[in-house]
């Protein structure tokens, strides 16, 4: 796992042009989210989230779907494995569409 001090540090860092996608309630939808070819997905930790300053940083701000929105909190690995396993899925069907 990388720290990164501040988020300067970290965007000094991410990779030429992907833009960054944060993980967070209150976002978009992730089952009308359309992934970006390349992006940087940021996820924050269960107890606290994301911070603010980070999310209107990013480009995107998407929001995983819940059962029960009231109580919604996702371990980081799962929300992680969520939304690559969407990405996947939507990525796949445009490719070979």
């Known amino acids: 796992m990388l720290r990164y001090s501040d988020i300067g540090e970290f965007s000094n860092t991410c990779p030429y042009n992907a833009p960054w996608i944060a993980v967070e309630m209150g976002g978009t939808p992730l089952t009308t989210f ?55 899925l939507k990525t796949t069907n445009t490719l070979t569409s």
């Open 34 to 88: 359309q992934h970006p070819l390349c992006g940087v997905y940021i996820l924050g930790a269960e107890d606290h989230g994301l911070p603010k300053s980070v999310i209107s940083s990013s480009a995107y701000h998407v929001t995983l779907p819940a059962a029960r929105p009231e109580a919604c909190s996702y371990n980081v690995a799962t929300a992680g494995g969520i939304v690559m396993y969407d990405r996947i």
